[in-house]
């Protein structure tokens, strides 16, 4: 079936052909590479994409723009939402009511003339609003279908004009209602569905947070830790058949708490870091992984199997895998943590390219600080460096580079007492995103307030961004006295060589806890995934297998054991309980039996 049948039955989208020889322009545009090449847009942008003649792949993706539009089709007028606030908060004035419908017009994508609150923002704050106070206000339909026209008067305008016979499966008092009454009720499945798939998503992220349950037979492996470097681990392990359980309290590492989009991870693009953790954990669930949402409090080395301790619970295991990830060290200065995300950052090679030609800031005086300032360098405005002494910590040829570079100017004797900020020009909401316009405007980094450690004289010092280069910690207390400690980097894990094996048998570590160096996402996946081969090899090396497994097989091999006898051996006969011969049957299958 071609693209243009397919039109024939779903009228509601829109189908162009291209040519995309005399218009190369486009073609190379939207880098098409083969035809037949199929791109879906909505509101000018693309949703979904494809190449090749799979009818159903179209059909499938025809529909979802129809459902996304149909989705979208929604506008909240101002007064609906003033009569809504004077019934649920009277204390809102009409000023205030038109400021949150001005945020909402202006988060609208695409072209909105009119200063409308529409299409999925406007269904998303509706939705906020319902959830806040039990109700919601009343919206409208943005776009009226339009009717087909008819050709004259004769008679396929009376054909047209004709009733449509009643069908089985047309609801009892579906052809009575008006064509307003069909778009409420439309409207108000699609919203109840959208609300059923968000909650069940809810829930099944909740079940998943402890889908591990305690067995008499101990794990295999146990994972600790939920970043990168952990659900690789469980990935791997999972494909293995190990079926791991992963001990990761809910809120995530470093990674989960990066609200900007994670660029350097090949693969991905335009994606969050808590969207690419969900992501790895749904894949670890797929191949068998449990979770634990708890935290470790100690690992339990005094005997075999291994016990992991957590808030509550015993996880008895005969290898366990590190993956517990090193937390920035922070100033605990006003307004840092509120502009995170916001221009405050720890990793200058995860965020510094959002700053390219935009004047910075590095505090901190060691190694860490040194190599901040220079990559920053690379692509800033001008770097300025905060040390609250007069010589930096770090290694001589590092912070020699750092005083020469010609971007690069130094603070001496310096400490930051504060961050400054402003509220955020741009706040744009995904589609299908939540949005509370109650909630406080996004704040952004403008600036800082230094005091001079000697003479405590303050100033402002304007910058886009402000990043905090004062080291690392490694969360590693629970691992005292189990595990050897790289004398070199405090609370870094000690492994064996290239391997990722700790000093004490079957337990392996993997990502920033051993990592003092690069301490990257992928570099993390990628020590993940060797735990992970290591701790197999350590099992099958020590005869360790699914315990579980062999006692059934045991099990079954006794119950087997006390069947029949040896002059029973033949086991039973249905031609003997039938009587022997059997009417029909063949002479030579008569002579065998």
């Not at 350590?538 to 315990?547: A, D, P, Q, T, Y």
Request: with cysteine; net charge negative; charged share 25%.
């Amino acid at each position: 079936m071609t693209a243009k049948q397919i039109q024939q039955r779903i009228r509601r989208a829109v189908f162009v052909k291209v040519d995309t020889n005399a218009m190369y322009e486009l073609s190379n545009r939207y880098s098409v590479r083969s035809l037949p090449t199929f791109k879906f847009f909505l509101g000018g942008r693309k949703i979904h994409e494809f190449s090749g003649a799979g009818e159903g792949q179209l059909r499938q993706f025809t529909r979802d723009v129809i459902q996304k539009a149909e989705f979208e089709n929604v506008l909240l007028p101002a007064e609906n939402l003033v009569k809504f606030y004077a019934a649920k908060d009277p204390s809102k004035s009409e000023e205030d009511v038109g400021t949150i419908y001005g945020k909402c017009a202006s988060q609208v994508k695409g072209p909105n003339p009119e200063n409308l609150c529409v299409g999925a923002v406007a269904r998303n704050m509706v939705k906020s609003l319902r959830k806040k106070y039990g109700d919601g206000p009343e919206t409208t339909v943005r776009f009226e279908p339009e009717e087909p026209k008819a050709e004259g008067d004769g008679a396929e305008s009376k054909q047209q004009a004709k009733p449509r016979a009643r069908g089985k499966s047309d609801s009892a008092n579906l052809h009575l209602a008006t064509k307003e009454q069909l778009m409420a009720e439309l409207e108000k499945r699609l919203e109840a569905e959208e609300e059923a798939k968000s909650e069940e998503e809810e829930d099944d992220d909740a079940e998943f947070e402890h889908s591990w349950t305690p067995s008499p037979f101990p794990e295999r492996v146990t994972i600790i830790g939920g970043g990168p470097a952990g659900l690789s681990a469980a990935i791997y392990a999972a494909r293995a058949g190990l079926k791991p359980v992963v001990v990761a309290p809910p809120m995530g590492g470093q990674l989960q708490g990066k609200g900007v989009d994670v660029e350097n991870y090949p693969g991905l693009f335009n994606v969050t870091g808590p969207a690419v953790v969900s992501l790895m954990r749904q894949q670890a669930i797929e191949f068998g992984a449990t979770f634990e949402a708890e935290t470790v409090v100690e690992v339990d080395a005094s005997e075999r199997p291994l016990k992991v301790r957590t808030n509550s619970s015993v996880i008895e295991t005969h290898a366990v895998v590190v993956a517990t990830g090193a937390e920035s060290n922070w100033l605990g200065v006003k307004g840092e943590y509120e502009m995170r995300g916001g221009g405050v950052s720890s990793c200058a090679t995860c965020d510094g390219h959002m700053y390219r030609g935009k004047d910075v800031i590095v505090v901190g005086g060691g190694d860490t600080a040194m190599e901040e300032a220079l990559v920053l360098a690379r692509t800033s405005g001008s770097v300025t460096v905060v040390h609250r002494r007069d010589e930096f910590r770090a290694s001589k040829i590092l912070a020699q580079r750092v005083m020469e570079h010609p971007s690069i100017s130094i603070r001496w004797n310096t400490v930051l007492v504060e961050v400054l900020g402003r509220a955020s020009e741009e706040e744009d909401a995904e589609d299908g995103e939540d949005v509370d316009l109650d909630a406080p405007v996004q704040m952004v980094v403008r600036g800082a307030r230094l005091r001079d450690v000697y003479t405590e004289e303050e100033s402002v010092i304007e910058a886009e961004a402000l990043f905090v280069a004062i080291g690392h910690t490694p969360a590693t207390s629970f691992l005292e006295g189990i595990v050897e400690f790289n004398p070199d980097h405090a609370g870094y894990v000690l492994t064996k060589g290239t391997s990722t094996h700790t000093s004490l048998a079957g337990v392996f570590a993997c990502g920033d806890v051993s990592d003092s160096v690069y301490r990257q996402a992928i570099t993390s996946a990628g020590s993940g995934a060797a735990a992970a081969l290591d701790a197999e090899r350590w099992l099958s090396e020590e005869g360790l297998g699914n315990e579980e497994a062999d006692f059934e097989a045991e099990l079954l091999a006794e119950l087997m054991a006390d069947g029949p006898g040896e002059e029973d051996a033949g086991g039973y006969n249905a031609y003997e309980d039938a009587g022997g011969r059997i009417e029909g049957m063949k002479e030579s299958i008569a002579s065998e039996l």
